[in-house]
């Protein structure tokens, strides 16, 4: 993917036969990196501390939302040692193609109309494949899959990152300069609620502007009697948004359709269009949508 000099040949940063430095790699890389952030409407990350909360189903459906309504969406899977998000759109078999045009790079894959997604899980030789990395080339393909690949005009970028506030989360918002908000995923269980905090001081430090919270596996529908079992209790993400002087987004009931969803490459949004977890994923959409436009 790498469109800098590495060889006394031909350079494609400056178009003059010599070897790049370092510092003008990166600062081409940079170039592109900008360019490529330029055309998106707003660039926002969806994380958590813990992992086992949903994080990555909620990030696909609030996508799917959005490419519904019209939006042109792309979805970035910035968890490179877990890339579940092809296999959650169905889209685990593809691979991405070389862009057409002057300035090299790749294509997104295109999971459906109005959405699109990268991912290092569509370059793994095979599913069993392990991605043994550390920070530097973590940060390095980030940077790749921010500027070299060829996101086109979008209204919105939701980046998927993994558990915790380390390099991924760090390397997004330093390449980006300007991320436009964060959506915290909790459970409300009280351990998940101990990291969610942390996640929100993360990004706070980070400076980033808008922060929501998202309170998943609140509640299940009984399907034979109707009635809610708080299997994980329920409430606890909006306690946490209050104590932290963030907004509160909206809870998801727990529905065992959408593991069956993400399993099928399906998302759940689409498959199930009358349920309470779609009408709840709708509505923290609506709700974040205020919050970023204020």
């Not at 690949?149 to 300007?178: C, F, M, N, Q, R």
């Amino acid at each position: 993917m790498s469109s800098t000099c590495t060889s006394g040949t031909s350079c494609q940063t400056c178009d003059t036969a010599h070897t790049c430095s370092q510092e003008e790699k990166e600062r081409h890389a940079q170039g592109l990196i900008d360019t490529a952030m330029g055309a998106i409407g707003k660039k926002f990350m969806v994380l958590s501390g813990k992992g086992g909360v949903g994080k990555s189903s909620v990030a696909v459906n609030l996508a799917a939302i959005l490419a519904l309504r019209g939006k042109k969406v792309g979805i970035l899977d910035a968890d490179i040692h877990g890339p579940n998000i092809p296999k959650m759109l169905g889209v685990d078999n593809e691979r991405p193609e070389t862009a057409p045009g002057p300035v090299d790079g790749i294509l997104p894959i295109a999971a459906a109309e109005n959405l699109h997604v990268m991912s290092i899980g569509f370059f793994l030789q095979n599913e069993d494949h392990a991605v043994i990395w550390r920070g530097p080339m973590k940060h390095g393909v980030i940077k790749q899959f921010l500027g070299e690949v060829h996101w086109g005009a979008l209204d919105y970028l939701i980046i998927d990152l993994p558990p915790g506030t380390g390099d991924e989360a760090l390397s997004i918002s330093h390449l980006i300069g300007k991320v436009d908000g964060a959506v915290i995923v909790t459970t409300p269980q009280e351990v998940a609620l101990l990291d969610s905090k942390k996640s929100i001081t993360f990004c706070k430090e980070l400076k980033i502007p808008k922060i929501g919270v998202v309170e998943n596996m609140s509640g299940m529908l009984c399907p034979h009697c109707g009635k809610t079992i708080d299997l994980f209790k329920t409430g606890g993400g909006e306690k946490i948004a209050k104590r932290m002087k963030v907004p509160f987004l909206g809870r998801v009931p727990l529905d065992p359709a959408m593991v069956l969803c993400g399993d099928e490459g399906k998302p759940f949004i689409a498959s199930h269009p009358e349920s309470p977890a779609t009408a709840a994923f709708n509505g923290i959409v609506d709700a974040w949508l205020e919050t970023i436009a204020k």
